[in-house]
């Protein structure tokens, strides 16, 4: 019998060929032959398992396949093996029974029979050993006969008869195919794969790259975490640990000695340490000898690897248990709570001290996690501390974080009540009720306002006398008050802002003497008559004041007189629109901002033309009693009653020489201006640069893409401020009316300068005349007349006329007669330095500069005698005896100590003067490195003792942003160190060094941040000004470096875009900037952040506006929303939200109406207008 029954025919070993045909046939498949095969012992074989089958139950067929050795041996040890590997089949097929199921699914064949059970087991088999393979297969050779019809899988051996189809061929197709790329995974046998080659093929020129899932999923787990990574970021966040020297004494040192223990055979040791610098384990190990204390080595090491973790968290526990130590002990120490709270930070960002190692990776920081525990900490303090104020302010700052508006307005009310004579609070609750969107509108925060102030006035009376008056409460009351003014311009009702002014004025200064002793409301009480009267008010024809007009009423009244009749400027609603075809949007702006320019004013029944209250077309435009009443106030001080008239100026326009506004002077920011440098690029020596950038003033309201429509007022308005200086000069006299008549004169240059700006000659020509006409007006006064700050300004208004020798003829003349003062006159070194300053910037370089006008004029200010118009030559002895001059005085003033008050602003003024007279001798005289180092002595000299006495001197004069000598002696070092730039050349980084130490001193001043942009937009590199400005932001509070920061990357980017369209063919763009759009969005949401940047208007108009420029419309609207959220009272927002989306007109003017915010133009009267 064959192996291979199939194969029965080939020849058997020794055999002869059957014919010569076939010989070579046979050949090939002598390999099948099989000599040690015995037919005897397959025979025997096959008896023998048919007998132990016939033991076996005919229900369990499973113990059918596990046959071993063992069965064979003997009958005996048949039943117990067949037992044992029976239990141990059924654990199997119990772990794999989902396997098994599956496994059978595969094969195509539902059915369960015997027969393919059986042959499943001959194939598992098969793969352990080929003994029992041919046991199994004899034990079911006639069960496979009788179910061949029925099976897909046929053997060989049941196909003897058949011989010459010897495969089966199964033409059923698998569609299978023909859906997936590759077989399935189930029918492809596995196996491991030991090495990455190939048998078969050439090594040199061909390779197999074999592609595994899993092995490229172990090198993604293998690849080194970056320092930005989750884990990596944990240890960062955590605090070093301190190395120390155990042997060391407890002081630290400047660096830690390393000791090292004398070894007693030194000889031994330096031929394998002959350079020392092995500690004495290592040289033992070296030597051979081993370490004698390697247990105490790896207890050490183990302690080492444990430190770190150990340390951390020592750390912060310490630091936990400091804290509650300190607020344990002295539960009064606010700063020890507030510190406590800002260390939950610090806190959160480490792992906890407290969590085990599982919970190290599963603890979650959430932002309310930390929020609660400040507020748990808080409540604490505050059970502690039940009347402290900032530990109330600080949790409902934490509250708004979590809290609904509601809730919010019923805690700060609350707290309101408990402490009504506390003004910073106020300040804070007036600033959340009018930044709330969902709770605000115009009338209730203008109540409020009012409640405020009555309340505060009655601290002040002492009538309220649960609550004692806290320090500092009028210049705060004087604050909330302008606050309350820019709060109603903003909003529109520019009315009732003007009315709150005139009423504060008029009840400040022309008080009856008959009612000075009455507390604040019964004061209003006898105020109401004189308002509700119609006898005209400050800024009105005729207007005499309260005093007079209770004088008249105690002898009978008024006589009326006939007024004279003028010709006013009336303008028909109809010519108010010039183009019909324009669209309705463009339209509705052109007549709101024309209104907004002329009908500032409150409206007032003209008795001479017979009219009354129903008379006024528009109801708004009248403002009662009720609206201002309860925010009058009593100022008793001298320098606040002069701060409340220069606000009222500063609101009307007029320049002032100190800013006034109150600290959170942001809210009232609103104009894109803060940016315009005036003449300071072209002349940067002699700009001036007036303190009101960044505020609208009264009657300007414009779009940010339309910017001012016209300059200055209407004829109205001029009338109006007119009116208020002849009032006002009525009141003061001596230095206080020179001041209010400089600020006249300012108020007209810098409309000069806007038109210069502008370019527009004809109303240049037309202003000109009217300026020059005021001059000499307030110069022919006779308290004028020698008021060389007067001549000063006249002089500098027809220099920038262009009437240059004109100018000259003014200067020469104030200097002939301001007397033999010399440097010991402020007003004279201040005259002759701006007289050089525009001098020298007619200068086209520094050749023979000695021999110039500028020199002459520097050099007569030293000599005590009369001045001497210049002849054309200096000499050089005048010269050399004014440099020892300068020298002498500047040592002298910067030796004396400067004491306070008036006197220290004066002596301040005079040292401005004089070292800018000195620098700019010495930069003409000698060179640009002279003056710098005078600037620096001056600087030096100020910084180690002026700061403090500064800052106390402004609090005592109770005026913010107050301009302090170093800061004016640094603008004068920048401006010199500019002009040089543009004459000669000269590095940049003295002038960056400069600016950038001065803007770290005083980061809210915006002539300096206007110097640093326009220097840095030529730098090509853009990283050191970034760099600049992240540190600025970092370490103060002012809005002005983000604001600047902003204002560089724009400009950056508008260069960076007019390089790359350039209309030249290819362009190779010189600045490759990108991502810049980006870089100023991410700036704009760190700056609106921000404390102060929150509730700025300006802020968010400029967001707004770049947005728009981008393209990006659904996401401006969704700004435009947001920033209504935090400033709901800036009408300029609506309107430049009218200009950016016109489809929205409608909608928008809605809201307005319905947050009572001023339309002047409601749609029903502008369709009536375009019917017309």
């Known amino acids: 019998m064959a192996l291979f029954p199939a194969f029965a025919g080939a020849a058997e070993p020794g055999e002869p060929p059957a014919g010569s045909s076939d010989c070579k046939v046979r050949k090939d498949l002598d390999w099948l032959s099989n000599p040690s095969f015995s037919a005897e012992d397959a025979l025997l074989l096959h008896q023998r398992t048919t007998e132990v089958t016939s033991l076996i139950p005919e229900k369990s067929p499973l113990i059918s396949r596990t046959t071993s050795r063992s069965e064979l041996s003997g009958e005996s040890d048949t039943d117990e093996s067949l037992k044992s590997s029976s239990k141990k089949r059924k654990k199997k097929k119990k772990k794999h029974h989902h396997y098994k199921k599956t496994k059978k699914k595969t094969k195509g064949d539902s059915s369960s029979s015997e027969s393919d059970v059986d042959t499943n087991h001959i194939k598992d088999k098969a793969t352990r050993s080929g003994r029992n393979n041919e046991k199994e297969v004899a034990t079911n050779l006639d069960k496979k006969t009788s179910n061949l019809t029925g099976n897909r899988f046929v053997w060989l051996d049941d196909l003897q008869p058949f011989t010459t189809e010897t495969f089966r061929v199964d033409k059923k197709p698998d569609p299978a195919n023909w859906a997936y790329k590759s077989l399935y995974r189930g029918d492809i046998a596995r196996y491991k794969r030991r090495g990455e080659s190939c048998l078969g093929i050439d090594t040199k020129k061909q390779c197999i790259i074999w592609d595994s899932s899993a092995s490229k999923r172990k090198n993604l787990q293998r690849q080194p975490e970056r320092y930005f990574t989750k884990n990596n970021v944990k240890v960062l966040n955590t605090d070093g640990i301190p190395v120390v020297s155990k042997s060391s004494p407890s002081c630290p040192t400047a660096f830690i000695p ?434 009101l950038s960044g505020f609208n003033s009264i009657g300007h309201m414009d779009t940010m893409l339309r910017a001012r429509h016209h300059i200055g007022h209407y004829k109205e308005g001029e009338e109006f401020i007119q009116n208020v200086f002849h009032v006002l000069f009525q009141l003061f006299s001596g230095k206080e009316k020179s001041d209010l008549s400089i600020s006249w004169l300012q108020y007209e240059i810098s409309k000069i300068v806007q038109y210069l700006q502008t370019k527009n000659k004809r109303k240049l020509k037309t202003q000109g005349r009217k300026s020059k006409k005021l001059a000499k007006n307030l110069l022919k006064a006779p308290d004028n007349r020698n008021d060389l700050s007067l001549w000063k300004l006249y002089a500098y208004l027809e220099w920038l006329l262009g009437n240059i020798d004109d100018a000259r003829k003014v200067f020469d003349t104030a200097l002939c007669t301001a007397g033999t003062g010399g440097l010991k006159s402020p007003q004279l070194c201040s005259l002759s330095l701006l007289y050089a300053q525009l001098e020298v910037e007619l200068l086209e370089s520094l050749e023979g500069a000695v021999m110039s006008r500028a020199v002459h004029i520097l050099t007569k200010l030293t000599e005590s005698g009369t001045y001497v118009p210049y002849s054309g030559q200096v000499l050089p002895v005048n010269v050399l005896k004014a440099r020892k001059t300068y020298e002498h005085a500047l040592e002298d003033y910067l030796s004396k100590t400067l004491v306070s008050g008036e006197d220290r602003v004066s002596d301040a003024d005079q040292l401005v003067s004089l070292v800018g007279c000195y620098a700019l001798f010495q930069y003409l005289t000698v060179g640009i490195d002279a003056a710098v180092s005078i600037y620096a002595q001056t600087s030096e000299k100020l910084e180690a003792s002026g700061p403090q006495k500064c800052e106390n001197t402004r609090e005592k004069l109770g005026i913010q942003n107050f301009p302090t000598a170093l800061e004016t002696v640094t603008l004068m070092h920048t401006n010199l160190l500019r002009f040089h730039m543009k004459i000669s050349v000269y590095p940049l980084n003295p002038l960056r060094e400069a600016l950038t130490g001065a803007l770290n001193r005083y980061p809210s001043n915006q002539t300096l941040w206007r110097s640093y942009i326009h220097i840095q937009r030529k730098s090509h590199s853009a990283s050191k000004a970034r760099r600049f400005f992240d540190g600025v932001t970092r370490s103060t509070n002012s809005l002005e470096p983000w604001l600047y920061a902003i204002r560089a990357e724009q400009m950056r980017k508008k260069l960076t875009e007019t390089v790359q369209r350039a209309d030249v063919g290819e362009i190779h763009s010189t600045i490759p900037e990108t991502g810049l759009a980006n870089r100023i969005v991410a700036l704009f949401e760190h700056a609106v952040q921000t404390e102060n940047g929150t509730n700025c208007p300006l802020l968010w108009r400029m967001y707004l506006n770049f947005l728009v420029s981008l393209g990006k419309t659904e996401k401006s609207k969704g700004l435009f929303y947001k920033a209504l959220q935090n400033c709901p009272w800036a009408k300029v927002l609506y309107m430049d939200a009218v200009e950016y989306f016109p489809e929205q007109l409608q909608e928008t003017l809605d809201l307005m109406t319905e947050k009572e915010l001023r339309v002047r133009v409601p749609m029903e009267e502008l369709e009536l207008l375009l019917e017309v």
């Open 258 to 691: 390393v000791f090292q223990k004398e070894t007693d055979d030194s000889s031994n040791t330096t031929e394998v340490n002959p350079l020392g610098i092995y500690d004495p384990s290592t040289t033992v190990w070296l030597e051979g000898k081993g370490s004698k204390s390697a247990d105490y080595e790896l207890a050490d090491v183990q302690q080492t690897v444990q430190e770190p973790g150990i340390n951390i968290n020592s750390i912060l526990m310490t630091k936990v248990e400091e804290h509650n130590k300190k607020v344990r002990e002295n539960p009064r120490d606010i700063n020890a709570w507030m510190e406590f709270v800002s260390f939950q930070d610090e806190l959160m960002r480490g792992p906890s001290p407290y969590a085990s190692k599982e919970e190290h990776e599963v603890r979650r920081k959430s932002l309310k996690l930390i929020l609660e525990k400040k507020l748990a900490i808080l409540e604490r303090a505050i059970e502690s501390n039940p009347s402290n104020v900032d530990l109330k302010l600080a949790r409902l700052k934490l509250c708004a974080e979590f809290w609904e508006p509601p809730a919010l307005i019923k805690e700060w009310q609350k707290l309101i009540f408990l402490h009504p004579n506390n003004p910073e609070m106020w300040k804070k609750y007036l600033l959340f009720c009018q930044s709330q969107f969902t709770t605000f509108s115009v009338s209730k925060i203008n109540s409020l306002y009012g409640k405020c102030l009555t309340t505060l006035a009655a601290v002040q009376d002492g009538s309220m006398v649960s609550h004692p008056l806290l320090p500092g409460t009028e210049e705060a009351m004087l604050a909330i008050f302008i606050q309350q003014c820019h709060f109603l311009r903003q909003a529109g009702h520019s009315e009732k802002a003007v009315s709150l002014f005139q009423a504060l004025i008029d009840f400040t200064f022309f008080k009856p003497d008959s009612v000075k002793d009455l507390p604040t409301r019964g004061q209003v009480d006898f105020f109401e008559p004189f308002w509700d009267s119609g006898e005209p008010r400050i800024g009105e024809k005729g207007a005499r004041g309260w005093k007079a007009w209770m004088h008249q009423q105690e002898k009978g009244g008024w006589i009326t007189l006939k007024p004279d009749d003028d010709d006013d400027e009336e303008i028909d609603e109809d010519q108010e629109i010039k183009d019909k075809t324009l669209p309705k949007w463009h339209i509705w702006l052109d007549i709101e901002c024309s209104r907004e320019a002329r009908h500032w004013l409150p409206w007032r029944p003209d008795k001479a033309k017979k009219e009354t209250e129903e008379d006024c077309e528009d109801p708004e435009r009248q403002v009662l009693f009720d609206d201002l009443g309860p925010s009058l106030i009593r100022l008793s001080n001298p320098d606040l009653q002069r701060q409340l008239l220069y606000s009222f100026l500063q609101f009307l326009g007029v320049p002032c020489t100190t800013k006034l506004f109150p600290s959170n002077l942001y809210i009232a920011m609103d104009e894109n201006n803060i940016f315009d440098s005036m003449l300071s690029d072209e002349k940067p020596l002699a700009s001036v640069d007036f303190p």
